[in-house]
């Protein structure tokens, strides 16, 4: 069964500054999805960045970027320039199929 | 772009009464559906898969006749919590993808639903 790790219960930025949130997965797969999902106090779930895992380039949006590293079962989000807005929930996830195993989720705190 | 709509947003029901929650896909037609519970702080864990026409598919330790599932149509799903109790009290939450897409793009979420059973 996949597995998807995320070690960092709480981080915090200050704003304008860069944070990396860590993930990582366990799959025998070898075509497969990832996802970042970022969850407000609203608790509407928000859809970040998605990488395919056939893909080497790294997905980037914005201010969003991933850091893909297969061999490793790694995918660690970057944001940049971070803003108030940003404060949420995040968490990883993992397709292959067409549900998904999500992370423990990482509570990203920015401080003004 | 997709939109999946859940209502109620909350409901606060008394124990031993019976619940019910829809999901809706707003533009594409979801064959399969999730059902989540997300406990505070802490990540989305599936209860179970809704497929149309078909019986729902449960993850080990949910209980099926607590938490029914109904997908009788392409773009509604319906979670009944049957007679409630203060520990089902949790936040709720669907999804779905739009098939013609699959795996490949995001799955889109329900705006939760946060049941209070007093």
């Known amino acids: 069964a996949q597995t998807v790790t995320q070690s960092q219960p709480e981080m915090s930025v200050q704003e304008a500054e860069t944070v990396t949130l860590s993930c990582t997965y366990d799959t025998s797969e070898s075509d497969y999805y990832l996802f970042w999902y970022k969850q407000p106090p609203s608790r509407q779930m928000i859809l970040v960045i998605r990488?395919?895992?056939?893909?080497?380039q790294n997905a980037t949006e914005n201010r969003f970027s991933v850091n893909f590293q297969k061999a490793a079962k790694s995918f660690s989000l970057k944001i940049s320039d971070s803003q108030l807005g940003d404060a949420a929930m995040y968490f990883c996830?993992?397709?292959?199929?067409?549900?998904?195993?999500f992370g423990e989720g990482t509570q990203l705190t920015v401080n003004p | 772009g997709a939109v999946v709509s859940q209502h109620p947003s909350r409901v606060i029901c008394k124990s031993g009464t019976s619940v019910k929650i829809e999901c809706r896909s707003l533009d594409f037609q979801a064959t399969t559906m999730f059902w989540y519970r997300q406990f505070p702080k802490q990540s989305l864990m599936l209860m179970a898969t809704s497929n149309e026409g078909s019986k729902a598919t449960y993850e080990q330790g949910v209980e099926k006749d607590k938490f029914l599932i109904n997908h009788a149509s392409l773009t509604l799903s319906t979670l009944t919590v049957t007679s409630a109790h203060p520990e089902d009290s949790s936040f709720y939450i669907c999804?779905?993808?739009?098939?013609?897409?699959?795996?490949?793009?995001?799955?889109?979420f329900g705006q939760g639903t946060r049941l209070t059973v007093v």
């Open positions: 996830a993992y397709s292959s199929g067409s549900r998904l195993t």
């Open positions: 999804s779905a993808r739009d098939p013609r897409t699959g795996a490949r793009t995001e799955a889109f």
């Open positions: 990488q395919e895992a056939y893909k080497q």
